[in-house]
């Protein structure tokens, strides 16, 4: 891991899933989050202040997929409780970040 590293994440999806996002974390103005289920499948949330829109990445369902996030549900994945309690909380905490910096 990198020396000033605060958090390193290795891909644990299977090749199947094909080649995982490549995000850096310190993008200026966008927030991000990364969380593993119980059965070890990986998922990334994306939120861009500027453009006002949140990402969800889903190893499971393959990483060139990306979600959109809409108040803070995808509806366009099936998500296990964790997933959805995970990924509501991480669009609380994006967008009561921009709400304060308004």
């Known amino acids: ?3 000033n590293s605060l958090f390193h994440v290795r891909n644990k999806q ?6 995982p996002p490549s995000i850096d974390g ?3 103005g966008r927030y991000h989050a ?7 499948e990986q998922l990334i949330f ?7 829109t949140g990402t969800l990445y ?3 369902a393959g990483w060139d997929q ?5 108040g803070g549900t995808c509806p366009d994945l099936i998500l296990d409780e ?3 309690l995970w990924l509501r909380a991480c669009w609380l905490a994006a967008t009561e970040l921009r709400r304060r910096s308004e």
């Open 1 to 3: 891991m990198p020396e």
């Open 14 to 19: 299977s090749a199947a899933s094909g080649k």
């Open 26 to 28: 310190n993008t200026p």
């Open 34 to 40: 990364c969380f593993e289920n119980a059965q070890g």
């Open 46 to 52: 994306v939120y861009d202040y500027h453009a006002d």
């Open 58 to 60: 889903h190893g499971d």
């Open 66 to 70: 990306s979600c959109p996030v809409k």
């Open 82 to 84: 964790a997933e959805t």
